[in-house]
Every structure is written in C-alpha cells, then in structure tokens.
C-alpha cells in the first residue's frame, strides 16, 4: 500500500496484490492529506495479507476494531482503501464496480461546473463560458466573511451576483448557491428569503451541519431545496439530519464518508425519505470515478459535482493523472457512466511518481472579521 500527495491537493493510494492487480483509491482530507497517509499506513497493518475481495468484511473491521471511530481522517483513509479494493475487484472480474452492485440504473449523469473562486467575481462572464462549454448548471460560493449579525449590504453583494448570474445564464440553467457553513443562522434566514426569487437549483450548507437543528424549521419551510453533507462522515452522522426533514439533497463525498461501500447504504438511507444524493467531488480522477460508480446504481442520485477548472486546482487539474482523458468527457451538460474495469479508469502511475516528488502542503486560508475575530472560510 503505498500513498502519492499529488499537486494540486490530492493524496492517491496503490494497492498492489500478490496476482498482479493493482487498485486505486484517494484518501484525503483537503489541507489533512499528511494525517490521512498515516492513517493509512496504520490501517496496513491489518490489510497486508488479506484477501482483497472481502471488502465488506475488510470495511467492518477497519471501522469497528479500533474502538475510536469516525471523524475526517479515519474515515477518509478508509474511503480511500475501499475505493481501491473495489478497483481491485473489478479489475480480477473484468467488470466496472457498478455492475458488483447490482447494475447500473442509468447511462450518464448531469455534472456541473464551479465558477467565482472563495471570493465571487467575474461571476457573469464565468456562467457565460460554462454554458457555452455544454453544462446546463453551476455553482457559485454565496457570502464571503458574515458575522451573526451583519450589514444589508453583504447581503445585497450575494443578491446582486446570484441575480447578475440568472440574467447570464437565463431561467433555465441550474445555479447551486454554496454558503460553505460561512453563514450563522441570523443571516442564513435573511439570505434564504433574499435568494429565493432566483429560483436556485439549491443552497449548499446554509449553516454549519450541527447548526442545522437549530435552524430546522426554516430549512423545511424553505422554498429553495436545501442541500449538504460533505463534512458528515458516514451513515451515523447522516441518520439525524435524512430524519429531520431538512435536508432535500444530501452530498457525501466518496473521499471522506468511508467510500462506495458506506456512500451506497447513505444513499439508500436517503432513498427510503424521498431525499435526492449529489456528492461532493471537488478532488480528483480517482474519487470521481468512485462517485460516478454510486451514481451509477443509486437511483436517487441526481447530479455530481466536479472539479475540472475549479479554482482549487491550480498547477494540475483532473484529467492529467489518467491515461485516457475521454473517459470524463462531458457532454450536454453529463458525463457518461465509465465501463471500463474496476473504477473504469487507468491511473498514469509514471506521471503520479513525477508529480508525487513535488508533492503539495495544502491549506485552506485562515479568514478574519474586521474586528480580528476567526471567520469561516
């Protein structure tokens, strides 16, 4: 098992077994991919000498064993390993993951496009090219630093480029409005009410997830779908806020909730509450692939983010660790489901070695109120 921290903030995982097969995965926690590779490594200890194939048993085990469970790093480390031995699985059968699974349901999936970076600008323009390039929805971040109580005129910078966007873009493209948790529950009231007469694909984190209770009614009262999940980790942290009924679309990521096999119970999970699944991928090939296997065979998956020209990557980008690029070619707005084996991908391992020298140190930035006080990011 060995761990490559890739530019521009990816750690990918190699799991070679004694027949020869090779199975990727990406087990990262953006700006903790250090943590996750030790996590990783410790985790080995069991793995080595295992039989690849019993994932379910190897998933069980490297969950429950260690009596301290849960959290971004454990269960990033084991989504990484589990997309691996899917790879690994796939690869001995000859067969993509979603045909393990079950079959797929459908044949491509919408994907949409980030514009604006942290801080929105140029936001028109952006919509502009990214509907020219073939999606038929975007996200943009909404707020930058809010305070719990903050001046009218923050919120009408978010209106005001939520509304120059609807103008770009017309009434029919999506637009996903991302509040990244930046927002605490007075202004999130505000904002919800000021957005609504965009007509938003969704909001994404209106507040913090353990804020959400405390904000529960007006999520569901909400007239804009509410969407979250990227910082919950599996399908513990995921049964309170599918039960409350505030949550119309929740987005693991394949990368940090424990992988396709704990995804695939997630959005069952949600399945039974008539709750949609979007995950989150703003990372690589690898956690990509993983995702477009689970929205491949979850029938309430309805569309899956990306990261090719997202402002996060900036000396590498998507589509150069993979042999042949054209498996994620976008098309109308999707991209097809991979048939190839395993995650349906071939990982340019002597490109991966080359980029793995310069490596990455990641971190988010650190942003302050102007009284000093920490914001969110």
């Known amino acids: 098992m060995t761990t490559f921290a890739l530019p521009p903030r990816w750690l990918f995982l190699k799991i070679e077994t004694d027949e020869g097969i090779v199975g990727w995965g990406e087990p990262v926690l953006e700006g903790r991919a250090a943590s996750v590779a030790a996590a990783v490594e410790e985790l080995s200890d069991y793995l080595i000498g295992q039989d690849p194939r019993r994932i379910e048993e190897h998933w069980t085990v490297l969950y429950r064993s260690g009596f301290y469970r849960g959290g971004g790093i454990h269960m990033s480390a084991l989504a990484g390993i589990d997309q691996a031995l899917w790879d690994i699985k796939g690869k001995a059968l000859g067969v993509p993951v979603h045909d393990l699974l079950g079959g797929r349901v459908r044949d491509r999936i919408k994907v949409y496009s980030w514009i604006g970076g942290d801080r929105p600008a140029e936001l028109a323009a952006q919509a502009k090219d990214a509907v020219e390039r073939g999606f038929s929805a975007i996200k943009m971040n909404g707020p930058e630093e809010l305070q719990y109580l903050d001046s009218r005129d923050k919120v009408e910078k978010v209106v005001a480029n939520v509304a120059a966007v609807r103008e770009a873009v017309g009434p029919d493209i999506g637009i996903g409005v991302d509040f990244h948790g930046r927002v605490h529950r007075p202004m999130a009231r505000v904002l919800l009410d000021a957005l609504a007469p965009y007509h938003l694909m969704f909001v994404e984190e209106p507040v913090l997830s353990e804020h959400v209770d405390g904000i529960a009614d007006v999520l569901r009262n909400s007239a804009t779908p509410i969407a979250l999940g990227e910082r919950l980790y599996s399908r513990w942290d995921f049964k309170d806020v599918i039960t409350s009924g505030v949550v119309d679309i929740i987005q693991p990521d394949l990368s940090h909730a424990g992988g396709i096999t704990e995804v695939r119970k997630i959005a069952a999970m949600a399945e039974a509450y008539d709750i949609a699944v979007a995950p989150h991928c703003p990372l690589g090939p690898v956690a990509l692939a993983a995702c477009l296997q689970l929205d491949a065979v979850a029938y309430n998956?309805?569309?899956?983010?990306?990261?090719?020209?997202?402002?996060?990557?900036?000396?590498?980008?998507?589509?150069?660790?993979?042999?042949?690029?054209?498996?994620?070619?976008?098309?109308?707005?999707?991209?097809?489901?991979?048939?190839?084996?395993?995650?349906?991908?071939?990982?340019?391992?002597?490109?991966?070695?080359?980029?793995?020298?310069?490596?990455?140190?990641?971190?988010?930035?650190?942003?302050?109120?102007?009284?000093?006080?920490?914001?969110?990011?």
């Open 301 to 377: 998956a309805v569309i899956q983010e990306q990261s090719l020209g997202i402002h996060y990557n900036t000396s590498n980008d998507l589509l150069d660790y993979i042999v042949d690029p054209t498996v994620f070619a976008y098309d109308d707005g999707s991209v097809a489901i991979p048939l190839g084996p395993g995650l349906g991908i071939e990982v340019n391992e002597d490109y991966v070695r080359e980029r793995a020298v310069e490596g990455h140190r990641w971190r988010n930035p650190v942003w302050r109120h102007d009284d000093g006080s920490f914001a969110e990011w």
